[in-house]
């Protein structure tokens, strides 16, 4: 089974893509993790990656192919697997589709968790969490509020937000996902690949959601 999780920042692709891997036995492949592994091993993509991420530059998408490019060149490529923040672009995703059809690695599926701006600005930007590095206790305003306002449950820190669920950066990631990843929609609707499921729902649901959709 090969598959693509789609949606937006906060929609619970990590989590899901986390659960299908577990549960199906399946390899977790996230662009993150695959870019910090190549800088450290300093892979020829590594290097180049390297040079952009120090100058602040986006990593522009003729290199994220080549790191997963590298990634698939492996005397034992993965032959199932969940993409998670990859493609996020039409151009990342044709790249793909070329590469995955020279391995003999057609996809399964493309699952898209949907849920709407407004809650996903509600979900993001509710978020804090506690700063020291032995705890790490995660709260939300609404559905996990702590005990006291700004204060960690679990040791008594004072509870801080991540600079990317700030609203301000939350609604400009949403613009760019909407900007460059929903062309993916269509290219993936094109080839009957695309399942979409509600991303509103509690996390084993959506679980469930996506395992119907994949006829489990």
Known sequence: MRLILLGPPGSGKGT?????????NLEH??????????????????????????????VPDELVNDLIAEYFARPNPP?????????????????????????????????LIAVQDSEIVARMSGRWSCPQLGCKATYHVDSNPPHEVGICDECGATLVQRPDDKI?????????????TEALVDFYS???????????????????????????
Not at 16 to 24: F, G, N, V
Not at 88 to 102: E, G, Y
Not at 192 to 200: E, W
């Open 168 to 180: 301000e950066t939350v609604r400009h990631r949403l613009i760019v996902y909407h900007r460059d």
């Open 29 to 58: 492949i996230g662009t993150g993790d695959l870019l910090r592994a190549a800088i450290r091993d300093r892979t020829p993509v590594g290097e180049r990656a390297r040079q952009a991420v120090e100058s602040g530059q986006l």
């Open 79 to 111: 032959s199932c697997f969940v993409m998670d923040g990859y493609p996020r672009t039409l151009a990342q995703a044709q790249a793909f589709d070329r590469l995955l059809s020279s391995l003999n690695l057609p996809l399964t599926s493309v699952l």
């Open 190 to 216: 094109k080839r009957g690949l695309l399942h979409t499921v509600d991303g509103r729902a509690e996390i084993e649901e959506v679980y469930n959601q996506l395992t119907a959709a994949l006829g489990l």
């Open 16 to 24: 899901q893509s986390k659960l299908l891997c577990r549960r199906l």
